[in-house]
């Protein structure tokens, strides 16, 4: 089985850029302090590495 990641966004989307954006898009974050569960994956890991400084991971 592979491990899974949780992900949850502590801070606002508004004024970021539109790759930030887009990483928080692709991971399936969509309000604060709202957790997803995704897949530890390279790609995963890289779109969280982008914008790890509004996001809380902690593995699931």
């Known amino acids: 089985m592979s491990k899974q990641l949780k992900v949850t966004l ?9 790759a930030h954006k887009a990483c928080a898009l692709g991971l399936g974050v969509r309000r604060i302090h709202s957790p997803v569960t ?22 699931a």
């Open 10 to 18: 502590v801070k606002s989307l508004s004024g970021r850029l539109a």
């Open 38 to 59: 995704v897949m530890d994956t390279p790609e995963n890991r890289g779109m969280i590495n982008k914008i790890s400084y509004m996001l809380r991971v902690e593995e």
